[in-house]
């Protein structure tokens, strides 16, 4: 395996195959296949806004992106991902909810993207408490940017957090896990309406 993996292929898997465009200006992101088929994009309102995450992680300002997440398994029916960035771009938030056909899909592409996760170099695994129906959690970091993720399955729904720029205290590390409990009730919510 190369040792040196890209970007896309690292937080697909620290994330749960939810956030590759954590890092990337949309015009850089490949097209896979792999994404969920165009047009998918779930409504906005299944991702927290600004003043949520910003409570947590105060240096976020805006929102820098939103749509679909490419990084979703094929088999996701409809995706969503936002973008939360400091004003020059070196502190992110992202969020991320993918629905599947059926649990048991969703179950699958969690599982898959568990699996990956373990193979990428220098990723490790964080004990975080279980935020949903399951949960993991894990550190990366390539030269000296930070990488900490958090991904849940919840029924239909694979819910994906990700902070980049920070240092992987247990203070950030816990304020994540809290931003992640609150996406996932926003997102599950926002789905019973939809």
């Not at 998918?40 to 927290?48: A, D, F, I, N, T």
């Not at 399955?153 to 950030?172: E, F, H, M, R, S």
């Not at 590390?173 to 809290?178: D, H, M, P, W």
Request: charged share 15%; hydrophobic share 40%; aromatic share 4%.
């Amino acid at each position: 395996m190369d040792k040196r993996m890209g970007r896309p292929t690292l937080l697909l898997a620290l994330s749960i195959a939810v956030l590759v465009t954590l890092s990337l200006p949309a015009s850089t992101q490949s097209q896979s296949s792999a994404g969920a088929a165009a047009g998918s994009v779930l409504p906005r309102s299944v991702v927290v806004p600004l003043s949520v995450v910003s409570h947590f992680f105060p240096e976020v300002t805006h929102e820098a992106s939103t749509g679909e997440n490419q990084a979703a398994a094929a088999s996701a029916r409809a995706t969503r991902l936002v973008i939360y960035a400091n004003a020059d771009g070196s502190k992110k938030v992202t969020l991320s909810v993918d629905q599947y056909a059926t649990p048991s899909d969703a179950s699958s592409a969690f599982q898959e993207a568990v699996e990956k996760s373990k193979s990428v170099p220098g990723y490790k695994p964080v004990s975080v408490p279980t935020v949903s129906q399951q949960s993991m959690a894990g550190v990366v970091t390539q030269g000296a940017e930070t990488h900490v993720g958090i991904g849940v399955l919840d029924a239909d729904l694979i819910i994906g957090a990700t902070i980049a720029g920070y240092d992987a205290t247990p203070q950030n590390i816990n304020k994540l896990v809290a931003l992640t409990r609150q996406q996932a009730a926003a997102g599950k919510k926002a789905m019973r309406k939809h």
